[in-house]
């Protein structure tokens, strides 16, 4: 599962943002809008103005 990868990506460089964003994207494809909203957010912590991140959680804001 592509996830899994991204999930691998995020632990083994916890400070690269693309790793989160990727991980986020698959889990929005997935329907998993919670877990993606809270990967974006942790994308944030590493660049609080990221527009990827701020994109995503724009578009997943209402999802719920």
Do not use: H, W
């Not at 989160?20 to 993606?36: F, I, M, R, V």
């Amino acid at each position: 599962k592509a996830a899994d990868s991204f999930e691998k990506m995020i632990e083994l460089a916890p400070d690269e943002i693309s790793g989160y964003l990727c991980a986020a994207g698959a889990y929005e494809q997935a329907g998993l809008t919670d877990l993606a909203l809270q990967t974006y957010q942790a994308a944030l912590e590493i660049d609080p103005v990221n527009i990827d991140a701020l994109a995503g959680i724009k578009r997943l804001a209402g999802a719920d």
